[in-house]
């Protein structure tokens, strides 16, 4: 994450802030479907379950970071333009 540094301080905190929330709300939910609740209970189960938080947010800092350098090449195109341009390259 910090080997490719963001180009404004916007765009910093969007990625950061999107990795937090993805980091705890993805984390919490790989520990509920695997139930690794029990793991909380050692000193290296906890520093697992932090490790495992961390992992879950590092998508949301690619595709935040993805999404700012899409954006910023077709700076002059509308969103329209630009949704329309994504759906054309899913297939959809």
């Not at 947010?57 to 994504?86: C, H, M, N, Q």
């Amino acid at each position: 994450m910090i080997m490719t540094r963001p180009r404004s301080s916007r765009e910093w905190a969007v990625a950061l802030i999107s990795t937090v929330v993805v980091s705890i709300g993805g984390g919490a939910a790989v520990i509920q479907y695997y139930s690794l609740h029990e793991w909380a209970v050692t000193f290296y189960g906890s520093l697992a379950l932090a490790s495992l938080h961390f992992t879950c947010g590092l998508p949301a800092w690619v595709l935040v970071r993805a999404w700012f350098i899409y954006a910023e090449k077709r700076r002059d195109s509308t969103l329209p333009d630009l949704v329309k341009e994504i759906r054309e390259a899913s297939g959809k």
